[in-house]
């Protein structure tokens, strides 16, 4: 695949600060001082990304944050479509925006994301969200300036959603990040593996890497602004580099990127046990700049339904793969996500993922109740596991984890834990909260000048969800 023509072009990228311009014009001219933007994510962190990408892009184009839908003069809503709860939250949350629109005239309303890139979605949105403004699907959203200068002079309802399979790659666009001192990074887009329960090949496009000295140029910048956190993302980071014609894999990024100067600590997310490497390992345990922490998601414990799922391993690779980071990294949190009621999962299969719980012995698990996604092969794949039985055997693995994950908070008692502080603990305002390497919650008193950084905290008591210590000056 020609990479140069998934890149899109700086005289492109350049047509968009243009339309920038345009619209910051446009508002300039309207008798309002203040024009306020809202956006409304859901899904996941690449989304969350994105829609950092579209409020910086909003921003300047002349509008002002607020997370408040109320004030808004343009709603964005970037939707998930992983799932069917996702997708009916986000729907339900449009139709609640109709009211506003109802009440201020002025008011665009826009709705983005994997969602709306599916053909019956798009149908579902174009006749019962008449006041929507406009839709535009993932790969557009580099557009987005061009489009919503053209919702606001031709005053009629714009869709851009042909994404064809293909993507592409926009760089040199505004940003704006919720948080000074963690970063979203994207590394890679798109996925080629097709599992079978999955849509997002079908609303992402193929796997695509950013030009590594882009992401390495990215990454300075934040270390140089202060940035302590930064969360590499792609659905597949292990691919990164597979469509250069250069060897350079995502281990030789890492170890790019902990040459960067700073004060930082890196994490990375997804990784596919199919593509995770040795090197990789190697590469990790080496490094005091990447976190300790390895989300390596399982999806089955059944070696059949791993290869229904068409997901290219079995229990003992993966458990393998498992062994490999715990001998060279004896405290390193492994996380995973699983899916429940997979089509045709006996009950036996189901076992087999309780008992991958037990040898892997998770720090932490994502777990999901099958949801049939239109388009995929597992839609129409026979015996589809009635809702009944999913939910039960989706509250015994919960049961199951949460006795595992019972007690593997007492290890950190008495240690002295380095925490990324992020703020005042919600539930106890008394208490500043942050977290560890591996991603555990941690409460302690201490004064605000320490949010955004790095504190060291000795714990003190362990509960089941967080820990709890004291400063250590
Ligand atoms: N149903 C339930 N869970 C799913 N996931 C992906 N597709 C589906 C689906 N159709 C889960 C997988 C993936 C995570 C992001 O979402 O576990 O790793
Ligand atoms: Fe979906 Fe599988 Fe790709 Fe992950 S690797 S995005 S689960 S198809």
Known sequence: MERKNIVISPEKIKEQYEYMDKVKALLADRMQETHYAYVETFGCQQNEADSERIMGMLVR??????????????????????????????????????????????LIIGVGGCMVSQEHRKEDIKNKYPYINFLFGTSMNWRFPEILYNCMIKQKRQYYLDCGDIGNIAEGLPVKRESSFKAWVSIMYGCNNFCTYCVVPYVRGRERSRDKNEVLAEIKELSDSG?????????NVNSYGKDFEESYDFADLLDDICKIEGNFIVRFMTSHPKDASHKLIDTMAKNPKIAKAFHLPLQSGSDRILSEMNRHYDRETYLGLVNYMREKMPDIAITTDIIVGFPGESEEDFEGTLDMLEKVGYDNIYSFIYSKRKGTKAAVMASQIPEKVKKERFARMLEKQNAISNGKNNIYLGTVQKVLVEGRSKTNPDKLTGRNEKNRLVHFTGDDSLIGNFANIKITEAETFSLSGELIK
Not at 64 to 77: G, H, K, M, N, S
Not at 227 to 235: N, S
């Open 61 to 106: 184009m002349g509008y002002v944050q607020t997370y408040d839908p109320a004030l808004a003069d343009i709603i964005i809503v970037n939707t998930c479509a992983v799932r069917e709860h996702a997708e009916l939250r986000a729907l339900s949350i449009t139709g609640q925006f109709k009211h506003l629109k109802e009440k201020k005239k002025h």
């Open 227 to 235: 940035c302590r956190e930064i969360t590499l993302l792609g659905q």
